[in-house]
């Protein structure tokens, strides 16, 4: 798979999980604890599935010794996987104090 192909994937399944994550912490702060999990459940296999292709599709054959062509793309990808990546690690905190303030 082509480098462009591989960090437009990556864009897509990060940008659904950004979705998925934004759309839990409307939920939550509705006091909707149940649907904010199941949407949290949904971005969690678009983050592996974007990590395992950066890991394979970029990280492994950089290691093994393919030279890829850096560019601004891959480099976008890259970071929005890992904003995405904290962003879902700061809406499953927020959800736990909404859960206690709405108690």
Known sequence: ??????????????????????AALKLAH???????????????????????LQTQELLTREANGEKLSFNVLISHAQDYLMTTYILKDMVIEIIQLYSIIKK
């Open 30 to 52: 509705q006091g909707k604890f149940a649907e904010a999990q199941a949407q949290i459940d949904k971005a969690t296999p678009q983050l592996q599935k974007a990590h395992e």
């Open 1 to 22: 798979m082509n480098t462009e192909k591989v960090a437009f994937d990556i864009i897509a399944l990060a940008g659904d999980a950004k979705a998925e994550l934004q």
